[in-house]
């Protein structure tokens, strides 16, 4: 095979305690989040040739499922439907062929915005194939149209806004599907310390987010968008968001716990008895807060905001990984940026 005419690069980052999530959905209609950006961050790469070189038109390389197939047809979304679809969505141009490469470390179903992060750094990759520059917002509102108009799944819109900005983000959505992002700025002792006190436990099994929402849809029908349930998870949104801006962890970690107690109001079912012992173990070893991450259900991860005191946190990391082989910590740092693309320069890809 020739080289590749150029190589496009983009990474997005994966999202981290999500308070108020639940309220950035269409049954919803307004909400309030609070989210983090942290790395293990989404990595695509495009390498481009013309059409006669690379034999198929466009190939996926699904590198974390040791896949490397043509995609053969049109709306025709079998393997991958997800990138398949939002390489349809963006009408790349005809006189390219093109390799793409797909990889995280963020393990896929753990209810951290994985897929909205490959999907967010693959639209934005492909928009250096097309006239025009997307913003974030943009890139964010192309990957929710993919998952919920393309392919007719279930999904808020706050995993997209947090993988296209990045950093600590308070969306403000005032009707579905438009939100505003304000980054919350905070010095960096605070970005240190909130990094440092901050763990990620995946629980080893992974969900469909799309099924937990339709389960929790059928238990809201009737309820209308401003019923307490909901009202009870958007205000913990604006409390976090206070809590950050003064450097206040404790009441940081109340909002959480608080967040992590109204998802099991809307629907018991979302904090799982794994989710449960975790938070049993965070609480032994001092920790401020926990949030069950994303739609919750079975599976998943948990958010946990641990004390002041480092030792603790190391033996509460030791004990839940301990506590069943299933559970591991997953080593996030806080991303100060979102989406990043950019074309390799290097002299080997010409």
């Known amino acids: 095979m020739n080289k590749p005419l150029f190589i496009i690069n983009s990474v997005a980052p994966i999202r981290i305690c999500d308070n108020g999530g639940w309220t950035d959905t269409w049954f ?4 309030q989040v609070l989210n983090i950006g942290v790395y293990p961050y989404a990595e695509v790469q495009i390498a481009a040739y013309p059409c006669e070189d690379l034999g198929s038109r466009i190939i996926i390389n699904a590198e974390n499922y040791g896949e ?7 709306k025709h979304w079998d393997k991958h439907p997800l990138l398949e679809a939002a390489i349809e969505f963006m009408r790349v141009p005809d006189n390219l062929s093109f390799e793409v490469t797909i ?3 963020a393990p896929g179903g753990a209810s951290t915005g994985t897929s909205a992060a490959v999907t967010v750094a693959l639209i934005g990759g492909l928009d250096l194939l097309t006239p025009g520059r997307m913003s974030p917002h943009e890139v964010a509102s192309a990957a929710h149209k993919v998952e919920t108009e393309m392919l007719g799944q279930q999904s808020g819109i706050q995993d997209q806004l947090c993988s296209a900005y990045g950093g600590i983000n308070y969306i403000e959505m005032f009707e579905y599907p438009h939100a505003s992002v304000s980054p ?4 960096n002792a605070t970005w240190w310390e909130l990094e440092r006190r901050l763990a990620l436990i995946y629980l080893g099994k992974s ?3 799309s ?9 809201l029908e009737d309820a209308g968008p401003d019923c307490k349930q909901l009202n009870d998870l958007r205000k913990t949104a604006t409390c976090s968001r206070d809590a950050i801006y003064a450097s206040d962890f404790t009441a940081l970690g109340s909002a959480m716990v608080e967040n992590t107690e109204a998802q099991a109001r809307l629907n018991p079912a979302l904090i799982s008895t794994d989710a449960a012992r975790v938070i049993e173990i965070a609480r032994a070893h001092g920790a401020l ?3 069950v991450n994303g739609a919750g259900g079975d599976g998943g991860s948990l958010t946990i905001l641990c004390s002041e005191i480092a030792q603790a946190k190391r033996a509460m990391l030791s004990t839940v990984e301990q506590e069943n082989p299933l559970f591991k910590n997953i080593p996030i740092y806080l991303s100060r940026y979102g989406l990043r693309v950019w074309k390799q320069t290097d002299n080997d890809s010409h």
């Open 103 to 105: 990889f995280s470390e």
């Open 207 to 209: 969900h469909r987010s």
């Open 68 to 74: 490397r197939y043509v995609v053969v047809a049109e």
């Open 211 to 219: 099924d937990v929402h339709e389960m929790v849809i059928r238990s």
């Open 289 to 291: 807060g926990w949030k």
């Open 184 to 187: 919350v700025q905070v010095p």
């Open 28 to 31: 919803a209609g307004h909400g």
